[in-house]
């Protein structure tokens, strides 16, 4: 079997979502091309300025290809897996795309100018460059999927995501029990991933400023780059008569964001909507409690070792969160079982059932 794999997702200097789902897989195929297949990474010929970026993710040959040119450098190759919802039209090669989320069909969560042009990619890669499997990363999605599209449900397979846990170790050494509540080392919950209305910063502020009117002496640090709606969420936190007690970190580095994970109380990601919840399990791993929502991916894939809340109400993330803050034996309970459900989510298998698409297209 001869290969292509797109890792146009990784030219970003920082990785999300996407780019760590990519940057894995991507890893876990290399060290298993000897023994199933020739890989070749390609990238978006359109992307030729950004192609240094790669710099930082990969350290293999890569090439460009065209996807708008049947035939051209795809000589040899018997399949093409897109990663990032995205495909060529070339006609003579096997194609896989990997599905993350349908959230441009979401109402309201994104901008409605980039919704409608994803709606429009979205529709084209499916009808247009014609995939042969269709990978997504939860069974959620993949719910979502065949619904809208139930045409396409005979080739559709849910694949669960990994965590890496040597980039989350929670250390051995050090019980996990909450902070103590001092002047000079405030507890903290954390929230990891884009500043954005579908995350739900917004209900996560007005939960945090339930709590502290509370008594709880407490902050929230807040880690993630600016998303859609991200001005308004920031003028709430700076409108908020708590707002000193919400601090913006931005991006930081695998070690930098296990320590945050270690050091927090909870992990507060009760998101609206999600096509998996990747940071769910990164928490979980790094030994940090999770609240998250009760519905959708989120439930999916935290299983029973998570607290769940209504997403929609801050009363109810409040409330949970005053568990983590006041019981103690619950929030280490809540460690040793995120930490074991964490580890049934591997990249090996990821990779092993990726493979086992590729083999039945291609024998």
């Known amino acids: 079997m ?3 794999f797109d890792v146009t997702p990784l030219m970003r200097r920082s990785l999300t979502g996407v780019g760590v789902y990519t940057a894995n897989l991507l890893q876990g195929l290399l060290q298993r091309q000897q023994e199933d297949f020739r890989l070749l990474p390609t990238w978006k010929a359109s ?5 240094r970026l790669l710099r930082h993710h990969l350290s293999v040959r890569t090439s460009p290809y065209l996807p708008f040119i049947s035939d051209l450098n795809i000589q040899g190759y018997d399949l093409f897996h897109g990663p990032d919802f995205k495909l060529p039209r070339h006609g003579r090669l096997k194609k896989v795309v990997t599905v993350h989320d349908l959230g441009v069909y979401q109402e309201g969560l994104l901008d409605e100018r980039f919704a409608a042009e994803g709606r429009v990619k979205f529709e084209t890669m499916l009808f247009g460059c014609r995939p042969d499997r269709i990978i997504t990363v939860s069974k959620f999605t993949r719910n979502q999927l065949i619904e809208r599209f139930p045409q396409f449900e005979a080739i559709t397979h849910a694949i669960p995501l990994g965590v890496n846990s040597r980039l989350f170790p929670a250390d051995a050494n050090t019980p996990s029990p909450a902070p103590s509540f001092t002047p000079d080392a405030r507890p903290y919950l954390l929230f990891v991933g884009a500043v954005e209305r579908r995350k739900n910063l917004r209900n996560i502020i007005k939960a945090t400023e339930l709590l502290i009117e509370r008594g709880n002496n407490l902050e ?11 001005q308004a969420i920031n003028q709430q936190i700076r409108e908020s008569r708590h707002g000193q007690r919400m601090v913006r970190i931005g991006f930081v580095s695998n070690g930098e964001l296990s320590q945050l994970y270690q050091g927090a109380v909870g992990f507060l990601y009760p998101s609206l909507y999600e096509g998996f919840g990747l940071p769910i399990l990164e928490a979980m791993s790094a030994g940090c409690p999770v609240i998250t929502s009760n519905c959708g991916a989120m439930l999916e894939v935290s299983g029973r070792a998570a607290l769940h809340a209504d997403p929609n109400s801050p009363e109810s993330i409040a409330a949970q969160a005053e568990v983590l803050l006041q019981q103690s034996e619950v929030r280490e309970n809540l460690v040793t079982a995120g930490k074991a459900h964490a580890a049934g989510f591997g990249w090996e298998r990821c990779v092993a059932e990726t493979v086992r698409v590729y083999q039945e297209l291609v024998g």
């Open 220 to 230: 929230l640090k807040i880690v993630g780059g600016d998303g859609y709606d991200a």
């Open 47 to 51: 992307r030729f300025r950004q192609r």
């Open 2 to 4: 001869k290969l292509l």
